[in-house]
């Protein structure tokens, strides 16, 4: 019995100095925020606009923060992580957004509660939302409904934002405050489309 205890005893110490000792292996986790500036587009007009469905790249629903680091590859970041799902985030954020764009208006996110109970739908397909060396890059397109669920507009962004000379490449607080800046950018858009 003495003997396994003594046996144990070091296994026990040498997997614990194992967890302990490398202090590199924090996981950061992020969150997109809504933009706090911008001012409000000019309408009239009291609507319910309805957001969603929006998709995102499959890529995107990892929990990992991708970058582009070559013509077609991505890198994952594994110490560096979206504190929850991204699509339910982007949704939340751009929901926002566009709240403090069109003031006089309601938003409901996708699904409602009764069928066409929104003036107006924003379903948003988003195809590129990354950092790609020190710029950041969202590109989505988006089709709004009237209240029959006919298509009344389509459109597409191509937006673009870049570090500060001054931040580092692999900075991911400023990546991530890059791409909540981009959300807010569509936000704006699309209130404008309206």
Known sequence: MINQKLFLLPLILLLGYGCVSNPGSGIHYY???PSSSGTGVSTHRHLNIGIGPIELPEYLARPHIFTHTGKSQLKSNKQHRWAGSLEKNFTDVLATDLGMQLQKSHIEIYPWDRPRSVDRQIVVHVTRFIADGRS??????????????????????????????????DDFDAIVSLMSDLVGELAHEIAVSL
């Not at 989505?140 to 209240?147: F, N, P, T, V, Y």
């Not at 006919?150 to 490449?169: C, Y």
Request: charged fraction near 25%.
């Open 31 to 33: 969150l997109l925020t």
């Open 136 to 169: 950041v890059y969202l590109d989505a397109r988006w089709r709004i409904l009237d209240k029959q669920g006919e298509q009344r507009k389509v459109a597409t962004a191509r937006l673009q934002n870049s570090l500060a000379s001054n931040v580092a490449e």
